[in-house]
Each structure stands twice: as C-alpha cells, then as structure tokens.
C-alpha cells in the first residue's frame, strides 16, 4: 500500500515549455486535490476533483489544467510554464464525498519541486 | 484579516520542556479544527483533530475556543523528534473556502525546533 505517489520529484523547466505532473493513490478514496506551497504562503488549493469524473478550481487555478483519468490518479498540466509556477506541488486525497459533512484526512503525497528558469 | 493565522516562529525551544502555540481563525461559522505536522522538505500529515471538548494523544493537547476563535496546540516533554512545522487547518462546513471541496483552510505553520 504506497499511498499517495506522484512523479517526477524533481523538474525544471524553462519559460514556455509543458509538462504534466502525474499523481496517483492506492486507498480508493473519492475525492483528490492539488496543492502548491511557497515560502511564506502556506499551502494554497489550485485544483481538486470531489469524486471521479469531476474536477473543479480551487484557489489558484490559473496556468493550470487537471484530469481525473480514473479514480486513482490525478493529473496536473502546465501548458506554459511560468516562473512564478516555480512552488513544491503536492497531491492529496480522502475519502470525502461531496455535500459530506464530515471531514476525513487528507493525505499527501511527497511532492514535486518544480522550478520555471 | 486572513483566514487562519498562525505565528510562524521559529519557536526555539529545549528538550524535555513544555512548547504550546496558538492559531485564530475568522471565520466564526468554522466547524472542524486539525493539526497537521510537516517535516522539513516533506509532505503535511495530520497530527490531530481538535474537538470542541479539547483532546489529548500522548504527550499532545489539543485545544479549541470557539468565543475568542483559537485553537491551540500544547506539546509536553518535548523531543527532537518534535522538531517541524505545526500546520493549522480548519473546514468551514458548507463554503467552499478558497474554493476548496472540503472548505479547508491551512495557515503558513509554526516551526518548532527542539534543541538538546
């Protein structure tokens, strides 16, 4: 049982290129998130998808895109990498159901470091 | 005001002695409190949730005062193992707070470092 995986663990990237990073969990759990940490901001929402077959914006959505491909994985896309995207991205998931009161754990993945040169 | 706000430290602290931090939240309709642990250059991991009645895991105490709207977090006879960042996060039930499926909230941490 590895959890929540995501890969690459490192990536750097010039201004304009692609990439996609790939994340996916072993617990069956509904509900999967992407988050992005930077110095001093804490960790912010960028995309999240409540259950498989949706995918809504979270607080920073802009420059990005995602796809639930399945119930296990979670993508994120840079179309077109800024270096303002350079942030440690982490994947999570829970067993939240949408409109459920409670809150279950969120667990995370153990990041990818992108840097945007 | 932001939404929830912790003192970031770093709290510099030695072995075996008592550390609490606290965090505030604004938004009063907050409903579940949680403390999450982040080792250096790793991922956060839920340390506790934080109940009404305030609640203890170990050496751990985790308090909750809704009328001046903090939590707090109370560490005893604390190790160097101790030594991370205390992430504050609370679910507001119902609003999709950063526009978040659950509502949650994290704030930017407390870094404790526990010194031998």
């Known amino acids: 049982n590895a959890g929540v995986t995501q890969t690459p663990k490192f990536q750097v990237l010039k201004t304009g290129q692609s990439m996609t990073l790939q994340c996916a969990q072993d617990?069956?759990?509904?509900?999967m998130y992407w988050y992005r940490q930077d110095p001093g901001m804490g960790l912010r929402l960028i995309y999240y998808s409540a259950s498989e077959g949706t995918t809504d914006k979270g607080e920073v959505p802009n420059g990005y895109n995602v796809s639930r491909l399945n119930k296990r994985e979670f993508s994120l896309r840079l179309e077109s990498a800024a270096p303002s995207q350079t942030s440690v991205y982490f994947c999570?998931?829970?067993?939240?159901?949408?409109?459920?009161?409670?809150?279950?754990?969120?667990?995370f993945g153990p990041g990818t470091r992108l840097t945007v040169t | 005001r932001k939404e929830v706000e912790q003192d970031p430290g770093p709290f510099n602290v030695p072995e075996g002695a008592t550390v609490a931090f606290n965090c505030t939240y604004s938004n009063s309709a907050s409903q579940s409190f949680f403390w999450y642990r982040q080792d250096c250059r790793k991922e956060p991991k839920l340390l506790m949730s934080v109940y009404s009645s305030g609640n203890e895991d170990g050496r751990f105490t985790a308090q909750l005062n809704r009328a001046s709207q903090y939590i707090s977090l109370l560490i005893r006879d604390s190790k160097l193992s101790d030594s991370a960042t205390y992430l504050c996060?609370?679910?507001?039930?119902?609003?999709?707070?950063?526009?978040?499926?659950?509502?949650?909230?994290f704030g930017k941490g407390t870094h404790l470092i526990i010194q031998p």
């Open positions: 617990m069956n759990h509904n509900s």
């Open positions: 999570a998931s829970s067993e939240a159901h949408p409109g459920q009161a409670i809150q279950y754990e969120q667990y």
């Open positions: 996060v609370v679910k507001v039930l119902g609003v999709r707070s950063g526009g978040g499926a659950d509502g949650l909230t």
